[in-house]
């Protein structure tokens, strides 16, 4: 199976905070966030493509939807 970049960072995060049982915990913690949070953005981009049709590629769909979102 495929790995998502959520898993990767996670992966990542996770090898370096290992040591250290509280940041480890956060890293968990956000991890399962995101990942909740990337599964919506995959199915939402799905239905887009299927039912609306409003974009031309993939990239203007991402750049419409989160180029501009602030963090």
Do not use: P
């Not at 949070?37 to 409003?54: F, P, R, V, Y």
Request: net charge negative.
């Amino acid at each position: 199976m495929k790995q998502t970049a959520v898993e990767w960072l996670y992966n990542n995060l996770k090898s370096h905070f290992e040591h250290d049982g509280d940041l480890l915990e956060v890293v968990q913690f956000s991890f399962e966030q995101a990942k909740e949070m990337e599964k919506e953005q995959i199915k939402n981009a799905w239905l887009n493509s299927l039912t609306k049709g409003d974009y031309n590629s993939a990239d203007e769909y991402y750049n419409e939807t989160y180029k501009n979102t602030k963090q």
